[in-house]
């Protein structure tokens, strides 16, 4: 789960807005008189629910892209959606990756633990995360709330809810205005104490010039110069002065503030173009992509197709290999018979799996290791069977290509990769 806003589009955000209202559809309470947990609980303990608010709030995309590099279980071509999707399913079960997660949280959030670990009850814990989240204390106290002995499933429920909603609330610009007031607070009670400090020093001053007066003479003129400076401050002559150059410094302040500001406001404008331009390079890339995609399908016109070609016989065929099987998971099942004639005239046989929506994903195993190699748009197909698909090509070593586009024209693109022997993921190297 992400609190900052997602700058490669909507499509993100969508995702994980329907995987917190399915969440929050489906509640799963504990019975009555359930007994409390011995232990505090592991990452991979926890409802699948939470993982991701977790994950997506306790580590930073910064640390999830070491993880990645560290374990491998992502390539340095894909997104941070990518890399957090495959973090909240590897955090499901207790394996090498899921365990540094536990240990890094562990100690990043050490001192949470222990303060929330000191409480017994169900109802502190409750208490506790509230008056945590009216401070703006969140990733820490979620961790230790959710991994508590005592905690129940109505309070992890709670503490999901409330993450979730703050995901939608800005503040960044009402923190900003309390972070400087609070700094000139500071700078003001600073002056403050000065002032005091220096007329203290003065009234020394003068105590000892008077006490010396009778031994040395020129300690009477010492001494009414101290007088008058004494006098300066006591009529308010000093503080008035101070006071204009406070507002002096007050008004170059404010002029700092307002070329900071223009700056800010250049810097965003900046932010904004390079982005643009960057969509804009990505929009022609991927048009090149389509028109040579759709230039391959053209020259192919004219080559023969197998008769067999896209039905779910491609599975178990012998000469699967050789008439170049592929098995489409995923996609628009509207656009399946174009997408059956796209790989028609491209001579390679398509098998077609809904990814879990109708069919059963008990089916993919059988599927992949009848087919030649695998594509999957990635924003036209599950986490669960996004993670299956994975898995199940790593672990036969079968050749796999996500891409984004579900349309026809990026399975074009998709379909020109595989003719050519480009893969993203794969078992063993594509040739």
């Not at 205005?177 to 607070?185: F, G």
């Not at 223009?262 to 390079?274: F, G, H, I, N, T």
């Amino acid at each position: 789960m992400c609190l900052a806003s997602d700058p490669k589009g909507g499509d993100l955000q969508s995702l994980l807005r329907a995987e917190y209202a399915s969440a929050l559809v489906a509640i799963d309470l504990p019975k009555p008189g359930t007994i409390p947990m011995l232990r505090r609980a592991r990452l991979w303990d926890l409802d699948d629910k939470l993982h991701c608010p977790i994950i997506g709030t306790c580590v930073s995309i910064e640390e999830l892209q070491r993880f990645a590099r560290r374990f491998q279980f992502a390539s340095p071509s894909d997104d941070d959606f990518t890399v957090h999707v495959e973090a909240v399913g590897l955090a499901r079960s207790r394996n090498p990756v899921s365990e540094a997660l536990q240990r890094h949280l562990e100690k990043k959030f050490h001192l949470a633990v222990e303060r929330f670990g000191k409480l017994k009850s169900d109802a502190e814990v409750r208490q506790q995360w509230i008056e945590c989240c009216n401070r703006g204390e969140v990733a820490g106290p979620l961790w230790a709330v959710c991994t508590h002995r005592a905690v129940s499933a109505e309070t992890r429920q709670r503490a999901y809810t409330d993450i979730h909603m703050l995901s939608h609330q800005v503040g960044a610009g009402q923190a900003a205005d309390a972070r400087r007031l609070a700094h000139l607070a500071a700078e003001n009670t600073e002056l403050k104490h000065s002032h005091a400090r220096e007329v203290a020093a003065l009234r020394r001053q003068l105590a000892e010039a008077t006490a010396g007066l009778a031994e040395r003479d020129g300690a009477v003129e010492q001494a009414a110069l101290y007088q008058k400076r004494l006098q300066r401050f006591e009529s308010g002559q000093a503080y008035v002065e101070m006071g204009q150059r406070l507002l002096a410094l007050q008004a170059s302040h404010e002029a700092l503030l307002g070329s900071a500001r223009q700056v800010q406001e250049l810097e965003r404008q900046l932010k904004e173009s390079r982005e643009e331009s960057r969509r804009l390079v990505a929009a022609r890339d991927t048009a090149v992509a389509e028109r040579e995609a759709l230039e391959h399908l053209l020259q192919a016109l004219d080559s023969p197709a197998c008769d067999k070609a896209g039905s779910d016989d491609c599975a178990g065929c012998s000469e699967a290999l050789t008439a170049r099987c592929v098995l489409y998971v995923g996609g628009r099942s509207s656009l399946l018979a174009q997408y059956r004639q796209l790989a028609d005239r491209l001579g390679i046989t398509l098998i077609h799996h809904d990814g879990g929506q109708e069919e059963s994903l008990s089916r993919l195993p059988e599927l992949i290791r009848g087919a030649d190699a695998v594509v999957c748009p990635t924003d036209r197909i599950s986490h669960n069977a996004y993670y299956h698909v994975k898995a199940h090509c790593k672990r036969v070593g079968k050749p796999c290509l996500f891409y984004r586009g579900g349309g026809v024209s990026g399975f074009a693109v998709a379909m020109a990769r595989v003719s050519r022997g480009e893969f993203s993921v794969a078992g063993t190297e594509a040739g």
